[in-house]
């Protein structure tokens, strides 16, 4: 059996997600659906989920990216806890 990881998120993540949420109300729903996954396989291991673990970002920073549709959510992992440092809503004229 998968060990479970604990999430928590840092005073910089909670006050985002509620500026983002009053103009996107889907925010709530796409940020449920990630906390599973960070519980079970924040490292990606399987290779099935939108996660990407970015360059050149020093721990403390958000080292690890998931998407969720259009948001993303920035986190560090640190032995077995979670924590969830940002979340962003990606431009929808990015590509």
Same mark, same amino acid.
């Given at each position: 059996? $998968?060990?479970e990881f604990e999430t928590r998120t840092t005073s @910089? *993540?909670?006050r985002v997600p509620k !500026?983002? $949420? !009053?103009q996107h109300p889907q925010l $709530? +729903?796409?940020y449920a659906s990630i906390i &599973?996954?960070?519980? #079970?396989?924040? @490292? +990606?291991?399987t290779g /099935? @989920? &939108?996660?990407k673990k970015l360059e050149g970002v020093p721990p403390g920073e958000g080292q690890y =990216?998931? =998407? #969720? /549709?259009r *948001? /993303? *959510? =920035?986190?560090?992992?640190?032995g077995q806890t979670v924590f969830l440092k940002a979340c962003s809503l990606r431009r929808e004229d990015t590509y």
């Open positions: 059996m $998968a060990t @910089h *993540f909670d !500026k983002l $949420a !009053k $709530a +729903n796409q &599973p996954i960070l519980q #079970a396989d924040p @490292h +990606n291991r /099935r @989920h &939108p996660i =990216r998931i =998407r #969720a /549709r *948001f /993303r *959510f =920035r986190y560090d992992i640190e």
